[in-house]
């Protein structure tokens, strides 16, 4: 599973998906380990509100996408390509994946 996050800094989570080009990501491994990847640079013109839908985009290679505020007409445009988006108030990229991850993967909860 990828999980990709807005974070403009490449340090913490921030806002306005549809208009970020930097993305930390992430990767939920069949031996049940979070691995950080190579993040996503995007020019201006592959930013999500500027992309003219032609041809491949790399945030659509995600699983997950965790934002902090985004307008609903995103999350919608990205579920139609497979993206499922979250956000959170969570400024650190890594407890937000974390987060994430024991949410939509049950064994991934650590024990109470």
Known sequence: MKIGV?????????GHASKARSFLVYEWTAEQALQ????????MEMSIH???????????ALDYLITGPCGKSFINQMKQYGVRV???DETDP???VQ???????PWARKPA
Do not use: F, M
């Not at 807005?6 to 921030?14: F, G, K, Y």
């Not at 500027?50 to 659509?60: E, S, T, V, Y």
């Open 36 to 43: 950080s990847v190579e993040p996503i640079e995007l020019s």
């Open 50 to 60: 500027a992309w003219d839908k032609r041809g491949d985009h790399p945030l659509l």
């Open 99 to 105: 987060a994430l991850v024991a949410a939509v993967v």
């Open 94 to 96: 890594l407890v937000a």
């Open 86 to 88: 979250r956000t959170t």
């Open 6 to 14: 807005t974070s403009q800094n490449l340090r913490t989570v921030t």
